[in-house]
């Protein structure tokens, strides 16, 4: 049931009041996720975009910067699997078996860490970033995912291995 | 041993971005939501609506969330249903689709060569699971993609009728409207209502009771009413979900249908209202309704 139009808060003069506060909070998490500007940008237009596309539903949900990030996380997803899906018919497809997962105790150099990741492939380092810079329990990067929980732990190991490999080339070559 | 990993962990921090970026981004919003203000004030009538005043509720496991109209011509359409039920359509998007303003049932359009049925898209707590109950069902369900409003699997059941289960990622109340162009009553026909029953019964957890002709069903969910309110009829040569959509005048929109290229039966009084049963003007069945508010 609707309310006369002029009674009804406006979800659309709430998102426009909400967008200068979150528009950093949305483009800072983007950019230190994706690392490049450009695409930054695009995502972040993304999310504020779909944001419109939900406030016009009735009724609408309860937009927050909290849910613009939210959604920003899913348009990064999205960005890594179009990636991979694109990267996918450029190379052999090598399915690596699941390896036990080889303890690791080294500290990261955030600033190499970041590089590493940049040079992952999007599947591993989508899988990285959720787990690790965004802080996600497993079950809820497996969601994002679209995959298992059993497929997602053996995508990290695998992820993981690729990391450790690159990360140990760069500290060689840079240190 | 502490995980060497958990050192990557990073909260996010805000970053203004450039100011150009900022807004431009900002425009172009403004634009979006000015676009879409004015739906309420062009409805065809808002006098004496049949709205029936309900709380808001939030969509159930086995609702109708969505719908689309997958006909060949999707101009044609929007224009037919425009002129026969008052429709607007969301300005900019993909050229292939549209997207009604302003009902309460979420509903689309969207080109598709041979195809001239009513979509239906079924709300879901679960949609993997859903794919799995599709599966043992005997339908087909392509893998669950990420949307914007949630997480979908397009379907199609074991009679060949095509429909889609979502999962949304938060709960938002759903709306029941019998408004003029809004769906008060959706059939599900099929070929054998039985193995629909099994079926639908199964994905959906939908129950049914006899209804008033024969084949006919009355489909429950949880002792209500299915929102839309929805019928499945058995016997039908094939398979298809055809609409019914709220009129206020019935012989006002018969008209209209006819005047827009389409066909229509005169009006015929039911037990529940009066109702007519129509085509447009690219074959697509539905039916008007005025039914008491």
């Known amino acids: 049931m609707n309310l006369p139009a002029g009674v009804e808060p406006d979800p659309g003069a709430a998102l426009l009041v909400l967008y200068d506060t979150a528009l950093p909070q949305v483009y800072g998490y983007l950019l230190s996720r994706c690392g490049q500007r450009a695409l930054a940008e695009d995502l972040t237009a993304e999310v504020f975009l779909a944001a419109v596309e939900a406030v016009r539903r009735r009724p609408p949900p309860d937009v927050s910067t909290a849910w613009l990030v939210g959604v920003a996380r899913h348009k990064l997803v999205d960005h890594w699997r179009r990636a991979e899906r694109e990267q996918r018919g450029l190379r052999v497809v090598q399915g690596l078996p699941a390896e036990p997962d080889d303890p690791w105790d080294e500290r990261l150099d955030a600033m190499i860490a970041q590089q590493v990741l940049a040079e992952l492939g999007p599947h591993h380092r989508g899988a990285l970033v959720l787990r690790y810079l965004d802080g996600l329990p497993v079950p809820e990067v497996a969601r994002l995912l679209g995959r298992t929980v059993h497929a997602t732990e053996a995508l990290l190991v695998r992820a993981r291995k690729a990391f450790r490999e690159t990360y140990e080339r760069s500290e060689g070559r840079d240190v | ?293």
């Open chain 2, 1 to 293: 041993m502490s995980d060497p990993f958990e050192a990557l962990l990073r909260p996010p921090e805000a970053v203004d971005p450039d100011p150009t970026f900022a807004a431009r981004l900002r425009a172009r919003l403004e634009r979006e939501l000015l676009d879409h203000r004015d739906p309420r004030g062009t409805r065809m009538s808002t006098s004496s609506t049949t709205s029936t005043p309900s709380a808001p509720a939030v969509p159930r496991h086995g609702d109708v969330g969505y719908v689309s109209l997958r006909v060949p011509d999707v101009g044609r359409a929007a224009d037919f249903y425009q002129a026969v039920l008052g429709w607007r359509y969301a300005p900019g998007g993909d050229p292939r689709g549209r997207q009604v303003q302003g009902l309460a049932l979420n509903h689309g359009m969207w080109a598709e060569e041979g195809s001239r049925t009513l979509w239906a898209c079924y709300r879901v707590d679960d949609v993997h699971a859903a794919v799995r109950r599709v599966r043992e069902a005997g339908g087909r369900a392509e893998e669950p993609s990420r949307e914007p409003y949630g997480t979908i699997s397009t379907c199609v059941d074991d009679q060949g009728l095509s429909f889609g289960v979502y999962e949304v990622f938060g709960d938002r109340p759903a709306e029941v409207s019998s408004r003029q162009g809004e769906i008060v009553y959706l059939t599900v026909e099929v070929p054998d209502a039985d193995r629909a029953r099994a079926f639908y019964g199964s994905v959906l957890g939908w129950e049914f009771v006899p209804g008033n002709v024969d084949q006919g069903w009355r489909v429950r969910l949880g002792g209500g009413e299915v929102r839309p309110m929805t019928g499945l009829w058995g016997g039908r040569d094939r398979a298809a979900v055809v609409p019914m959509y709220s009129v206020e005048d019935i012989d006002a929109g018969v008209a209209r249908v006819r005047a827009a290229g389409g066909t229509s039966t005169d009006p015929e009084r039911q037990p529940y209202g009066v109702t007519a049963e129509c085509a447009d003007d690219q074959g697509v069945r539905f039916y008007l309704g005025r039914l008491p508010g």
